[in-house]
């Protein structure tokens, strides 16, 4: 395994880099994670709620939960994690930041580079016409209604069972198939396509840094893992 100075000198010398996050990077902002002990996930069931067939059943119940998140993620902000991230952005000639998060922390960060693959929390969509818009604020009536059509609004999330957009999933393969350093952080790993995403870079040759207290189940295919606090590795890794 490598050391933080030779895995440094991997990410300078990189002409083409990946960094792929999860939830565990905004969890020094505040943002509580999936699977942790506290997470999002132990109070309520992911799957009785971040899915489609929970929407169309109780969208009021499943916006209630939305609501919430957005709320208590308003009043984070980005950590020094995001920022190494955002910064190392501007020296690459080939990035590309690929995010499972949903918060849009990233953004306020500086990231522009960036495929968030699992949506974003912040983006609502009308589930009749389309119509799609970015709203920061409370909704006085769960679920909302669409302007134009009446109908209602989703999140513009991905749930369990559907498809990543094709535009993200495409960017997200195109950099695994190319980029020289991948950088894993934050992530438990388990939800697909992105828990497969370090093992179709690694097949390519390239070199996989993971960044995570725990161990996951992609940590035996990383070239160096630093078992510490993103927030406080990323500056160090990236800087
Ligand atoms: C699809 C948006 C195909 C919504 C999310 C059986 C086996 C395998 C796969 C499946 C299966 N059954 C179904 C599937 C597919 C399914 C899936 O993977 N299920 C899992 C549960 C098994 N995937 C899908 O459905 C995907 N779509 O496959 O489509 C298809 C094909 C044809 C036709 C139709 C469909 C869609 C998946 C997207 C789901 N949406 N979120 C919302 O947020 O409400 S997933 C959700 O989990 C979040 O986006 C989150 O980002 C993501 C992953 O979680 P993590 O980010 O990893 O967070 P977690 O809490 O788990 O872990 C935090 C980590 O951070 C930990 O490791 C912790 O140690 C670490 N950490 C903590 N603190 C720190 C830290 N690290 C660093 N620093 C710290 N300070
Ligand atoms: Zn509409």
Known sequence: MGTLEVARGWVRS???LCVLTGAGVSAESGVPTFRGPEG???QRDPMSLATPEAFA?????????YQWRRRK???CAPNPGHAAIAAVEAAKSDFLLVTQNVDGLHRVAGSRRLAEIHGNIWIVRCATCGAEREEFGD?????????ACGGILRPGVVWFGERLPADVSDAAMGILSRCEVLVVAGTSAVV???SGYAAVAKR?????????PDETPVSGICDAAFRGKSGEVLPALLG
Not at 139 to 147: K, V
Not at 206 to 212: G, H, K
């Open 40 to 42: 999002l996930w132990k």
């Open 57 to 65: 059943e109780d969208p009021k119940e499943v916006w209630e939960w």
């Open 139 to 147: 909704f006085p009536e769960l679920p909302p209604r669409c302007g």
């Open 204 to 212: 390519r040759g390239a070199r996989v840094i993971e960044v995570n």
């Open 192 to 194: 697909a396509p992105a």
């Open 73 to 75: 993620i308003r009043g």
């Open 14 to 16: 990189s002409r083409s």
